[in-house]
């Protein structure tokens, strides 16, 4: 019934009205919603697995649309970069979070995510300096979340770009490591501090056994190149036993902490004894 011509198409054309309609209205409302306070950050703690002890927390961010309620990042961030609104959406995570963290005492750190788009057109190395000097955080604690795909995708200009956020004193995350199609020399090729081993691995351990090599194998090979790794999505007790075993750094997930509000993140690390 696809194939009909021109008669096909006016079927489906009122959808697609509906659907281009949809988009621009949430594009229009995602404009305004920075000016209006309607952005807020979500806190999700991550642990040292060897000493059972609170480490930081990933900054997640959170809209909180009039209508609609709390939309997930998932839904609004791709619209954000296609219409460059994450530069400056970016930047605000950035400068939020870094205030937050630089007013808790100790040495916690925060990881926060940055899209290709900001690694790209942003100036993002000026935006990190910019906010690392206003807020006074140790350049130690902050730590910069990009995603395999965006890195290796231009090599030689994100190299220059991660080279000189290094020098700021920020440390390099690959996040989602293993989701891409990124090879084992890019990990050398790159200044990076620590690895994040995707979710979709850490959730297939417990029953793979080849999940599972893969994880003890990258967890030896990061360190052995002087980098860390983090698990992520860790949902179980059974899941936070394997990737300790497996040798991993750090972990996150639910059955360690949902992301929260600062406060309550705060209360809710320091309340459990870690895992
Ligand atoms: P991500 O960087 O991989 O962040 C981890 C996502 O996994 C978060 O979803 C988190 O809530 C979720 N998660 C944490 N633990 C578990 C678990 O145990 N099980 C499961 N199933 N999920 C878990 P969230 O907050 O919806 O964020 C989705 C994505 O949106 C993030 O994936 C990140 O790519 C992007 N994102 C979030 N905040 C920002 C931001 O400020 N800037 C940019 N550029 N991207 C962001
Ligand atoms: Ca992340
Ligand atoms: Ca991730
Ligand atoms: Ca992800």
Redesign the pocket.
Same mark, same amino acid.
């Given at each position: 019934a696809k194939a009909q011509g021109r008669g096909t198409y006016r079927i489906f054309a009122p959808e697609m009205d509906e659907h281009l309609r949809a988009r621009l209205e949430m594009e229009a409302d995602l404009r305004q919603a920075l000016a209006a306070g309607q952005f807020e950050? !979500?806190y999700?703690p991550i642990f040292q697995l060897a000493q059972a002890r609170l480490s930081g927390f990933? !900054?997640?961010? /959170?809209w909180t649309h009039p209508r609609r309620g709390t939309v997930?990042?998932?839904l609004f +961030?791709p619209l !954000?970069?296609e219409t460059g609104l +994450?530069v400056e @959406? &970016?930047a605000w995570?950035l400068r939020r979070a870094c205030e937050d963290i630089a007013g808790q005492p100790g040495e916690l750190k925060v990881a +926060?995510? @940055?899209?290709p788009v900001?690694l790209a057109f942003g100036g993002i190395v000026e935006t990190v300096g910019e906010v690392l000097r206003a807020t006074g955080l140790d350049p130690g604690r902050l730590e910069l979340?990009i995603?395999e795909t965006t890195l290796f995708a231009d090599n030689q200009r994100n190299l220059d770009v991660l080279r000189r956020l290094r020098l700021l004193g920020v440390r390099i995350v690959l996040?989602?490591f293993g989701t891409g199609y990124s090879s084992l020399s890019h990990l050398r090729l790159f200044p990076l501090d620590k690895i994040?081993i995707? /979710?979709s691995f850490v959730?297939e351990m417990p029953h793979r056994a080849d999940s599972a090599a893969i994880v003890d194998a990258l967890a030896a090979l990061a360190l052995r190149l002087g980098m860390t790794t983090t698990a992520? &999505? @860790?949902?179980t007790a059974e899941q936070l036993d394997v990737v300790r075993r497996a040798g991993c750094t750090e972990g996150? &997930?639910?059955?360690?902490g /949902?992301?929260r509000p600062l406060q309550q993140a705060l209360a809710e690390a320091g309340a459990a004894a870690g895992p």
């Amino acid at each position: 019934a696809k194939a009909q011509g021109r008669g096909t198409y006016r079927i489906f054309a009122p959808e697609m009205d509906e659907h281009l309609r949809a988009r621009l209205e949430m594009e229009a409302d995602l404009r305004q919603a920075l000016a209006a306070g309607q952005f807020e950050l !979500a806190y999700q703690p991550i642990f040292q697995l060897a000493q059972a002890r609170l480490s930081g927390f990933e !900054a997640l961010l /959170r809209w909180t649309h009039p209508r609609r309620g709390t939309v997930c990042p998932g839904l609004f +961030i791709p619209l !954000a970069e296609e219409t460059g609104l +994450i530069v400056e @959406i &970016g930047a605000w995570v950035l400068r939020r979070a870094c205030e937050d963290i630089a007013g808790q005492p100790g040495e916690l750190k925060v990881a +926060i995510n @940055i899209s290709p788009v900001q690694l790209a057109f942003g100036g993002i190395v000026e935006t990190v300096g910019e906010v690392l000097r206003a807020t006074g955080l140790d350049p130690g604690r902050l730590e910069l979340e990009i995603t395999e795909t965006t890195l290796f995708a231009d090599n030689q200009r994100n190299l220059d770009v991660l080279r000189r956020l290094r020098l700021l004193g920020v440390r390099i995350v690959l996040d989602d490591f293993g989701t891409g199609y990124s090879s084992l020399s890019h990990l050398r090729l790159f200044p990076l501090d620590k690895i994040k081993i995707d /979710r979709s691995f850490v959730q297939e351990m417990p029953h793979r056994a080849d999940s599972a090599a893969i994880v003890d194998a990258l967890a030896a090979l990061a360190l052995r190149l002087g980098m860390t790794t983090t698990a992520e &999505g @860790i949902e179980t007790a059974e899941q936070l036993d394997v990737v300790r075993r497996a040798g991993c750094t750090e972990g996150q &997930g639910y059955y360690l902490g /949902r992301p929260r509000p600062l406060q309550q993140a705060l209360a809710e690390a320091g309340a459990a004894a870690g895992p």
